[in-house]
């Protein structure tokens, strides 16, 4: 399977923490995506990286990219409740448009 | 903003019915997509289509079609539910043919078949 691998499959932090997300996944990529889903609803997009970008902000939000190691990391700064949601990553592959494989993501639950 | 809406939030099916799940973007996109996601299993990509008519499997068509007809509409259609096709379901649409998009996702249908 071309499908990547998230850890921690389940993260319990405390408001006001960091948290730390990893992805892994086994293709060359041409972009690397994060996506965040609150409980039973769709996706919403976070941050897209692209394979020749190694680290990417956006607010609280800082995203890298080892593709030597073929592996992504989310940190969320200062989390608050509100970021308690499943977060995944998705991989679209060089010369593979529009195929993407998401990993199982990580649970994520602040508490207040 | 972007608005990708799926025709139901909830349905339930008998084993053996045809069952039509409908997705409609108001973004002229071209891409669109319908993943299943599971327990565990995250999302898998099951058809997406670039243009009106055309599509091309993902992971695990087997069990689906889908139809594509007008390029605000993305039909996904289970010729004969099965059990195993409970789960939820979502929409997609992505613009261009540019790898720097993103999708944008609906919210998704969760289908039981009894």
């Known amino acids: 399977s071309q499908q990547g691998e998230e850890d921690p499959q389940a993260l319990s932090i405390q408001e006001g923490e960091n948290a730390t997300m990893n992805c892994s996944y086994k293709t060359s990529i041409n972009n690397l995506q994060w996506y965040r889903q609150n409980s039973g609803r769709g996706l919403v997009h976070l941050i897209l990286?692209?394979?020749?970008?190694r680290e990417k902000h956006s607010g609280r939000l800082r995203v890298t990219l080892d593709t030597s190691k073929k592996s992504s990391s989310l940190l969320i700064t200062a989390s608050r409740a509100a970021d308690t949601a499943s977060y995944f990553c998705?991989?679209?592959?060089?010369?593979?448009?529009?195929?993407?494989?998401f990993g199982s993501g990580t649970k994520l639950n602040v508490k207040p | 903003d972007v608005k990708v809406t799926q025709s139901s939030r909830y349905l339930v099916k008998r084993t053996g019915e045809k069952v039509f799940l409908e997705c409609v973007q108001d973004m002229d996109h071209e891409n669109m997509f319908w993943y299943r996601q599971d327990p565990g299993l995250g999302l898998r990509l099951i058809y997406f289509?670039?243009?009106?008519?055309?599509?091309e499997k993902g992971d695990i068509p087997e069990g689906y079609s889908v139809s594509r007809e007008k390029k605000e509409r993305f039909s996904l259609i289970l010729e004969s539910a099965s059990t195993n096709q409970t789960s939820m379901y979502l929409c997609a649409s992505r613009p261009g043919s540019q790898y720097q998009e993103t999708q944008y996702f609906g919210p998704g249908t969760r289908l039981l078949v009894l």
């Open positions: 289509s670039y243009d009106v008519k055309m599509k």
């Open positions: 998705a991989t679209e592959p060089l010369y593979n448009f529009n195929k993407f494989y």
């Open positions: 990286i692209r394979s020749n970008e």
